[in-house]
């Protein structure tokens, strides 16, 4: 027969909240952190893999190949574990940082070139035909309308990233929500009422992320 003899203790959970809120910062900032070098990254790659040189195409299609090939953990401990076994060492944020801004890079870049394909070439030779530069063309013509067919893609990254912050805690980091919470978790062995709370915050960060995108969307994309 079941036994359940649990007893809840929401009340010491709900003191270790302003923690727990400012490991949510953290988080929050990483995830974002990640998606600007992620965005930034994605732009060079699709233009690379779009350009005539098979060295730069080579080398962003293997990024983005390696990138939504192969899992965000293993990426995260090579970065973490596998320089520090060559001598280079870095702290436990910037590997998980530098992991989340590969995948997101490689994600993003997939993403870049079906929004690209999505722009008319006809707009591109025209705008060649007044004069415009090829950078001027994509800054002025082809970013904007990409971005455009790309946004809620990107909202979706954005999202996927601050889940996968949660990875940190396994490279040792203490200050996002993820090892805050589990910084408590040792100490009390409370564990449902712990990850449950994390697991809310995460949640209503997730939905803030997506409320704030569709107002931006609205703003941005009425016409």
Do not use: C
Not at 5 to 12: I, M
Request: proline share 3%; aromatic share 14%; glycine share 8%.
């Amino acid at each position: 027969m079941f036994d359940f003899d649990y007893t809840f203790q929401w009340r010491s959970a709900l003191r270790a909240l302003p923690d727990m809120l400012a490991g949510a910062w953290v988080t929050f900032e990483t995830a974002a952190l990640s998606m600007i070098f992620g965005v930034l990254i994605a732009l060079a790659l699709t233009v690379m893999r779009e350009g005539k040189q098979p060295l730069l195409r080579g080398v962003a299609n293997g990024w983005v190949s390696i990138a939504r090939n192969t899992p965000s953990l293993f990426q995260i401990y090579i970065l973490y574990f596998g320089l520090g076994s060559l001598g280079l060492h870095v702290s436990s944020w910037v590997a998980l940082l530098a992991g989340i801004t590969f995948n997101n890079a490689g994600y993003l870049a997939e993403n870049f070139r079906g929004g690209l394909k999505a722009v008319p070439t006809t707009q591109m030779r025209a705008a060649r035909s007044l004069g415009m530069s090829a950078f001027q063309t994509y800054r002025m013509i082809v970013i904007p309308q990409l971005l455009r067919v790309v946004f809620y893609p990107l909202t979706n990254q954005m999202v996927w990233a601050v889940l996968m912050t949660s990875l940190g805690v396994i490279v040792g980091l203490n200050n996002d929500l993820t090892g805050v919470t589990q910084d408590y978790n040792v100490k009390t062995f409370r564990t449902f009422e712990y990850f449950a709370l994390a697991a809310a915050l995460y949640y209503v960060i997730a939905k803030a992320i997506v409320a704030l995108a569709r107002l931006m969307a609205w703003r941005l994309f009425r016409y």
